[in-house]
């Protein structure tokens, strides 16, 4: 009998509810999921401020839901629900109507005014990718004209901007953004001291889940960069050009043409509708212990929607990621346990492991652990630990290709070094400079190759005085004098001739093997013995064998040489070029003469061909095709 499973709401918890159900249903195909979101796109709202703040592009933080489910049993349907029949299991769109037999509610959040006077009208939200993208573009308009104003009022006016909320999103704006006025005002050649940044909060500390110690710490921050911190004061109004706040008995209004709302959230307008459920709070719906909705076994709660306190505490479960997350896991366990009348419902134990925040893209706060202990990270850790959580999250629902461009984003082209690293992995350096290496390494490569030929390689047995050069040194130092393995003390006195002879002749393989014999005997027997054996019985066992493998080394060193001339294929040439010096290190030895061709290689593997090499043509072109095999869209390993 055919179940309808709709999930509304494509945030993080319906995202991976959805994920993890048709991973679970994947032989029930009588069971339908269907996916509703008001949007073709899920959106990274933890990294809404990197986009506002121009740090990264527009589209890292939005993801296709076609991708996504791509070759899954998940039907996605772009529409709006504008009410939902819980009695009849039905909900209506603008579309069409929709009916369920289980029923998960993840529509997530949005940003709730409190009834200040002109918030919603004139403040400028934070909550989803237009609203990135439109503040964005409100704070170059802000800068290119004051570039043109010449009144000091109306200048000042245009470059001041208020960040309303001291909270996780607040904070990360005002510092996204203090990072980027530096850039701003070198590119418009307006002087830093005439823009003002203030975060505003009626709360006396900022990010209050941190600990005192590192809310403090987080102010000192932010004061460093440039912002002015405004806590115990409160928002009383907002107009076109200005905003009013007060501070114990004062009021007083403040010019401006920029005010970012973050001061906090409610649930969605549908969620808000659910008059039949148990409603607490800001429209939050009250659950039982599996994360249905109280008094319904057909409607489960995901995400930020949820009111729930876990057994043993006291506060409801946080509206964080890290709970959309869990709780989508125990939703997709429990949906399948009911429909499939297997196992049993699990119930609701989260475990939150801390929180986190950036303050620009080059510094982070974060404090982290286990319920019973929680500690502070470095600076450097705890950007490392975001964006290593970033990573984990992008394997979950686009695999690599999301991963690619996550680091592809944040690391390798990040605008103006904002990054915890730095722009030490950026591609700052042009890429037709590699032309010149590439062709080198190329020729180099057809030069070793036709030479092997013109020497008899691939008729004549070649191999074996190659070999016997490190035969010699592995059984001198294993077998010296009395077949017994030496010791250190020996490879340091009676093979110092021996060392000398390697450094002279740059053999690195024989280095290697001296400083090897200090550790186990077993494991250098073992090693070599595995080498032996198969130079012996594999490389060497026959003349036409030998022959062959040395065919192999030279058609592969004028292939690889000729594709790297070329420019194509040039990553797999330049990785194939590393393993031909990988094998040439385990068997015959590296000669520094050579050493070289290794960094080289290094320095060509990531477009070393698309700058006057054919790989410019031939690559767009090939992963234009690869990218709609059906397979590599299920799997996710292709790139954008």
């Given at each position: ?450 030479k092997k030929v013109n020497e008899g390689w691939l008729y004549t ?159 767009p072109w090939l992963k234009e095709h690869y990218k709609h ?12």
């Open positions: 009998m055919e179940k309808n499973i709709i999930i509304l709401g494509a945030g993080y918890s319906g995202i991976l509810t959805a994920k993890k159900l048709a991973k679970r249903l994947k032989n029930h195909q009588e069971i339908k999921i269907t996916l509703i979101d008001k949007k073709s796109y899920h959106t990274m709202l933890t990294e809404l401020h990197e986009v506002a703040a121009n740090r990264v592009e527009e589209d890292s933080i939005r993801i296709s839901l076609n991708r996504i489910f791509e070759g899954r049993n998940v039907d996605v349907q772009i529409d709006t629900i504008t009410e939902i029949d819980y009695e009849k299991q039905q909900l209506t769109g603008k579309t069409k109507n929709y009916r369920y037999d289980y029923l998960v509610l993840a529509s997530g959040s949005q940003p709730t005014f409190f009834g200040i006077e002109g918030a919603q009208e004139f403040a400028y939200k934070l909550w989803s990718y237009e609203d990135a993208v439109n503040l964005k573009g409100h704070i170059f308009k802000m800068f290119t004209k004051a570039l043109q104003e010449t009144d000091p009022a109306k200048k000042e006016k245009l470059l001041s901007f208020y960040v309303l909320g001291a909270g996780f999103t607040g904070v990360e704006m005002a510092g996204e953004l203090a990072e980027w006025v530096p850039i701003l005002c070198k590119e418009f050649e307006i002087d830093r001291e005439l823009v003002k940044i203030s975060l505003v909060d009626m709360l006396d500390r900022v990010v209050p889940n941190l600990s005192v110690e590192l809310s403090e710490k987080a102010k000192r921050r932010l004061e460093k960069m440039g912002v002015t911190v405004m806590l115990n004061t409160a928002i009383t109004n907002i107009g076109e050009d200005f905003i009013g706040l007060k501070q114990g008995d004062q009021y007083f209004e403040l010019p401006t043409n920029c005010v970012v709302w973050a001061a906090g959230i409610e649930s969605s307008d549908i969620a808000n509708k659910a008059v039949q459920l148990n409603q607490i709070g800001r429209g939050r719906i009250k659950t039982d212990e599996f994360l249905r909705a109280e008094g319904r076994n057909d409607v489960f709660i995901a995400g930020d929607n949820i009111f729930f306190i876990p057994e043993g505490q006291t506060t409801p479960v946080p509206q964080m990621v890290e709970n959309c997350e869990q709780s989508a896991d125990t939703i997709a366990h429990n949906l399948y346990t009911a429909i499939t009348e297997t196992g049993e419902m699990e119930r609701y134990v989260p475990k939150f492991h801390g929180v986190m925040v950036s303050i620009g893209g080059r510094y982070g706060i974060s404090y982290v652990g286990t319920e019973k202990k929680k500690f502070a990270l470095p600076s450097f850790f705890s950007q490392f630990v975001k964006h290593f959580i970033n990573i984990i999250y992008f394997i979950q629902i686009l695999g690599w290709n999301k991963v690619f461009s996550y680091i592809r984003h944040e690391f390798f082209t990040v605008r103006n070094c904002r990054s915890f690293v730095g722009g030490h992995f950026s591609n700052r350096t042009p890429s037709f400079l590699m032309v010149p290496l590439r062709i080198f390494l190329g020729g180099f490569w057809v030069y070793e190759g036709v047995p070649k191999l074996t005085p190659f070999f016997q050069g490190a035969n010699d040194l592995y059984d001198y130092i294993i077998n010296a004098g009395s077949g017994e393995a030496i010791s250190s003390a020996t490879v340091v006195g009676q093979g110092a001739e021996v060392a000398g002879n390697l450094l002279t002749n740059w053999n690195i393989l024989g280095l290697f093997r001296i400083i090897l014999i200090q550790t186990t005997d077993i494991a250098i027997k073992l090693q070599v013995g595995l080498m032996d054996w198969f130079t012996s019985s594999v490389i060497l066992s026959s003349e036409s064998s030998e022959v062959f493998f040395q065919s192999v080394i030279v058609y592969s060193e004028i292939l690889v040489g000729i594709l790297l001339i070329l420019g194509l294929f040039t990553t797999i040439s330049a990785l194939y070029s590393i393993v031909l010096q990988g094998m040439f290190v385990t068997t015959t030895g590296l000669y520094l003469s050579t050493w070289w061709m290794i960094f080289a290689a290094i320095a060509v593997i990531i477009g070393g061909g698309r700058v006057f090499g054919l790989d410019y043509y031939v690559m095999i059906k397979l590599v869209r299920k799997l996710y390993i292709y790139h954008d």
